[in-house]
């Protein structure tokens, strides 16, 4: 922050957290108020939750043998 001010340039700088509408938590609140607060640039990572909010995988059972069986299946909990 301190050198681009003192040179009187643009910061670059960019959080990117997992958030998606399944993962939430660790990016609302606190950490976004800070992104507007700061004016820091936010690119979000797994927003599909590796494929799960596309509905292509409707059960564990549709995961496995899949690339993606291991990301995918601890989206099938109670939540």
């Given at each position: 922050f301190d050198?681009?001010?003192k040179a009187g340039l643009p910061r670059?700088?960019?959080l990117q957290p997992e958030y998606n509408l399944?993962?939430?938590a660790s990016f609302e609140?606190?950490?976004a108020e800070?992104?507007?607060r700061q004016n820091i640039g936010v690119i979000t990572y797994f927003s599909l939750a590796?494929?799960?909010l596309t509905g292509k995988y409707?059960?564990?059972a549709d995961t496995q043998g899949r690339a993606r069986e291991g990301r995918v299946s601890q989206y099938f909990d109670a939540k």
């Open positions: 050198a681009a001010e670059y700088d960019v399944y993962e939430r609140g606190q950490l800070l992104c507007i590796a494929g799960f409707r059960s564990k």
